[in-house]
């Protein structure tokens, strides 16, 4: 079935530094890429998205690119800040399909004063 | 106030016993969602619905059971078949279609089984 594999599962980072963190996906319909953010003890909330007629997109201090070729889409946080520190989530799916979302394992990132 | 919510927020179920979770939306949302999370493993699709009495098992769906009778609710069961109940279940919705695809998810229910 779909899978969606995200590395790695920690990062550690001083503050001020950039963090990426990498999926891939293994439906080659998927057209439909978001990352989610989930705080300690709430909910995971949408931070980004991309479609799979582009390339980047850019919000801010975040970016996310996306390569159908090789089914690989990463994010990108730059001048990290302590508020940054949570486990981040992406997913995958065919949108306008039978919109089914699978996402990656989480990434548990650590932005250090 | 428009959102997605469950209820319970903590759940404790005895073993053998079936619990059913909660989630509404007032989003006018058609697909909504049941995911299991569980440290280090991300989320895991247990099963999903695009429209009213329609509803796809996902990855571990075993041991759950789903009803979409109306198009605001989609209740969760854990049966007693679901070997390891203990979790953090998350709901989520969204529409459905090439734009407006942002899922959004629930405060969550914990439950425990004692």
């Known amino acids: 079935g779909e899978n969606v594999e995200q590395h790695p599962s920690t990062l550690s980072v001083q503050e001020g530094d950039s963090a990426v963190i990498k999926c891939t996906y293994s439906?080659?319909?998927?057209?439909?890429f978001p990352w989610y953010k989930q705080e300690l003890g709430k909910r995971p909330q949408l931070i980004i998205d991309i479609r799979s007629n582009v390339g980047e997109k850019k919000d801010q201090r975040i970016a996310v690119t996306l390569n159908k070729t090789a089914k690989h889409f990463s994010l990108h946080i730059t001048e990290t800040q302590p508020e940054d520190s949570a486990v981040y989530f992406c997913a995958a799916a065919v949108s306008g399909g039978y919109n089914k979302l699978i996402f990656g394992a989480g990434t548990r990132l650590a932005v250090h004063p | 106030d428009g959102g997605i919510t469950q209820s319970p927020k903590y759940l404790f179920r005895k073993e053998g016993q079936n619990v059913t979770l909660s989630c509404e939306q007032n989003l006018n949302h058609d697909a909504m969602y049941w995911y299991r999370q569980d440290p280090g493993q991300g989320l895991r699709l247990i099963y999903y619905?695009?429209?009213?009495?329609?509803?796809q098992k996902g990855d571990i769906a075993e041991g759950y059971s789903v009803s979409r009778e109306k198009k605001e609710s989609f209740p969760l069961t854990v049966t007693s078949a679901q070997k390891n109940p203990t979790a953090f279940y998350l709901c989520?919705?969204?529409?459905?279609?090439?734009?407006?695809?942002?899922?959004?998810f629930g405060q969550g229910t914990r439950l425990t089984v004692v």
């Open positions: 619905s695009q429209i009213v009495n329609d509803f």
């Open positions: 989520a919705s969204s529409n459905i279609g090439i734009k407006n695809t942002e899922a959004f």
């Open positions: 439906d080659s319909a998927s057209n439909y």
